[in-house]
């Protein structure tokens, strides 16, 4: 029984840490059919000089992205932008990445972000040793402006068509478990897998994998096992970066 506790709270801690979150409180949720756990933002005011500098989007002349238009942007602007390699830069190391083809609407959402220039100043803000590390949101002003201007209350359907399985390395969207029996995808946040395969279990065939760490999993592996606080945010920012690759 103390071993099954353990392992009872590692998988709850996972539960958490794979949905689109703005931090304030931390709040678990004590329903046993809920994958994960919201958690609302906390406004800062102190914002690095470098963040501040990028705080908007670079192209304000796109739509906001909704719910009835998000499919119809994304799949053509994922014609015009076929891009699929990415590299996540952390001030503990760079991680390659590649996008999968076969979830286009995902991929395209992650190389829009890119361009935005989204993920600058936003954080790795979950780590959970063994089993995932959590990126795209942060506790800075920054992120809720870009959300904002780029669509703040937009999912994307569920990409699942594939039998993909998380393994070692791969790359999934967060999910809002609040009325989401279509299991669609909050489209700012990612989580990169390290855990066994014996706790893939509520994760296979609900949460969209669209890529795979192709370099520097032993970065990933070092901010997973970054000190942490009760809510699983890392005690220090890790600031990413995010830049196309040829």
């Known amino acids: 029984m103390k071993y099954l506790s353990f392992y009872t709270l590692i998988l709850f801690s996972i539960f958490t840490a794979c949905e689109d979150n703005k931090k304030t409180s931390v709040e678990k949720t ?14 800062k005011d102190e914002v690095p000089e470098k963040v501040q500098e990028n705080e ?25 932008n076929p891009e699929t390699r990415v590299r996540i830069s952390t001030t503990h ?67 699942l068509n594939n039998n993909r399985i998380h393994q070692y390395g791969t790359i999934s969207g967060a999910k809002e478990y609040r009325e989401n029996p279509d299991k ?37 592996k070092k901010i997973a096992n970054m000190p942490s606080d009760d809510g699983d945010w890392p005690l220090e920012n890790i600031y990413i970066e995010a830049k196309i690759l040829p």
Do not use: C, W
């Open 93 to 159: 190391g760079d991680i390659d990445i590649e996008l999968y083809r076969d979830t286009p609407l995902h991929r395209a959402n992650f190389i829009y972000l890119v361009k935005q220039n989204y993920f600058y100043g936003t954080f790795f803000h979950r780590v959970v040793p063994n089993f995932i590390i959590q990126a795209g949101n942060s506790d800075n002003r920054t992120t809720t402006r870009k959300r904002a201007q780029i669509g703040k209350d937009y999912l994307l359907p569920a990409e």
């Open 56 to 80: 908007g989007i670079k192209d304000t002349t796109y739509p906001l992205l909704t719910n009835e238009n998000v499919v119809d942007f994304l799949t053509e602007y994922g014609k015009e």
């Open 30 to 43: 004590s329903d046993p059919s809920s994958d994960i756990i919201v958690v609302d933002s906390l406004i």
């Open 184 to 220: 669609r995808t909050a489209p700012f946040e990612f989580f990169i897998f390290l855990g066994p395969k014996s706790a893939t279990g509520h994760l296979n065939g609900k949460y969209t994998i669209f890529g795979r760490v192709t370099g520097g999993m032993e970065v990933v």
